[in-house]
């Protein structure tokens, strides 16, 4: 059994607000904004993050990626600009072991971001 949050999510099973979705990537906003636009984009097949990736994920990598433009475009953030963060793994943050970008947008941002 899959007790995988983000797959319930892509299943239906655990509602969300769905920003963009087609074959392969499904995006909704974030339950806790960190910023004034925070939404998740996530791959529907369950990767558990950055290090499980295999060059058998070439193409959905880079389908996230391009899908990313689109999602901005859809939340108004394109020409803007936002920012895209993966947190890998226990330093990096990650709290949910299934592989996500973040898209923070709305607002400026500094650097570094720690
Ligand atoms: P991480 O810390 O792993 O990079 O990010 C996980 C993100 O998932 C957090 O920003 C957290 O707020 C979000 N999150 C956790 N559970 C849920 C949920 O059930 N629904 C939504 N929409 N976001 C969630
Ligand atoms: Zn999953």
Not at 30 to 59: F, G, R, T, W
């Amino acid at each position: 059994m899959n007790d995988c949050i983000f797959c319930k999510i892509v299943a239906g099973e655990i509602p969300s607000q769905k920003v963009y979705e087609d074959d392969y990537v499904y995006a909704f906003k974030d339950i806790q904004p960190q910023a004034k636009v925070h939404v998740l984009i996530i791959p529907k097949v369950h990767i558990s993050s950055v290090n499980e990736l295999e060059d058998s994920h070439k193409e959905l990598i880079g389908h996230i990626f391009i899908s990313a433009g689109k999602i901005a475009e859809i939340l108004g953030v394109k020409e803007s600009g936002y920012r895209i963060v993966n947190n890998c793994g226990k330093d990096g943050g990650q709290t949910v072991n299934h592989i996500h970008f973040h898209m923070f947008g709305g607002e400026p941002f500094g650097w570094p971001p720690f």
